[in-house]
């Protein structure tokens, strides 16, 4: 995991029952991640040069954005927009614990930031659960791609609800996208590709690339690169590689990574595989 960063917002001191943890992950467009827990600190207004997109896992909060007073349920999530002055306050006796995305202005534009004022908590149920799938990803060191991947889909639905647009869309489809993707991904299984740098070199937007390759193959790219990447430690594992070994070759950032991958996709960890000298799944 990148090394860890001060805090961004706030002033004074947050009181023994605060918790925070904060960094800077190796994903496009993300500022800072930032989790804690306050059981009694208040901001007071500050502003941010980033896009501050923040749920609230335990409790409440209840803060002012542009003079209006809003809150935070458990199912909301919330966007305040860079550059507009905001405060914040535990909304229930037990204070909040908040999970948040500072995100710059690749992933949501300025043009935005009025709609944002206008309605900066949004009550959705699949918003919500991306949102958290993203952090999920992020806390997992060599998942970039996926917490990549994830977040491009989390602005996608960002940009719906702020331009007003029906979230229920069908997904477009592009076949030949999806294919060139994936030839993309088969020749940088170990390397692997940001999103980024294959929309730059297949001239498609990150968010129609992922929305294509899915559509075409029922899989997200990231979920396509971890199989292939297991797929090739299980065949270097028969050969009697040593687990740390594999999975510097396969690509994963260290062994457990690969531990992680390799038992949701085979269902036993990689040295027991190993040593059974046989597939043992799938």
């Known amino acids: 995991m990148p090394s860890k960063a001060t805090p961004r917002a706030g002033s004074g001191t947050a009181g023994p029952g605060a918790a925070v943890t904060a960094w800077r992950p190796g994903v496009p467009g993300v500022v800072e991640v930032f989790h804690a827990r306050f059981t009694e600190y208040a901001y007071p207004m500050h502003v941010h040069d980033a896009w501050t997109l923040l749920i609230v896992d335990d409790g409440a909060v209840r803060y002012d954005l542009d003079r ?22 535990p909304a229930t006796a037990g204070g909040f ?15 935005l930031i009025g709609a944002a ?31 990549e991947s994830r977040l491009t889909l989390v602005g996608e639905r960002l940009r719906e609800h702020l331009r007003s647009r029906e979230a229920g869309a069908a997904p477009r489809r592009d076949p030949v996208l999806a294919r060139r993707l994936r030839e993309l991904l088969d020749a940088r299984v170990v390397e692997g590709l940001a999103l980024a740098e294959a929309g730059a070199l297949l001239s498609a937007h990150p968010a129609h690339l992922v929305r294509a390759f899915s559509t075409a193959y029922g899989i997200a790219p990231h979920q396509y690169l971890m199989s292939r990447r297991v797929g090739r430690a299980r065949r270097m594992l028969l050969e009697g590689w040593p687990v740390s070994g594999v999975a510097v070759a396969t690509g994963f950032y260290d062994q457990a990574h690969l531990t992680r991958h390799f038992r949701r996709l085979v269902g036993v960890t990689p040295g027991r595989y190993r040593a059974t000298g046989a597939p043992a799944g799938g």
């Open 68 to 89: 209006h007073e809003h809150g935070t349920p458990h199912d909301t999530v919330s966007l305040l927009p860079p550059h507009v002055p905001h405060n914040g306050a």
């Open 97 to 111: 614990r908040k999970r948040v995305l500072y995100l710059d202005g690749s992933r949501l534009g300025d043009d």
């Open 117 to 147: 004022v206008d309605r900066p908590d949004l009550r959705d149920p699949v918003l919500r659960r991306r949102v958290g799938q993203v952090h999920a990803a992020l806390v997992r060191p060599g998942d970039e791609l996926e917490a």
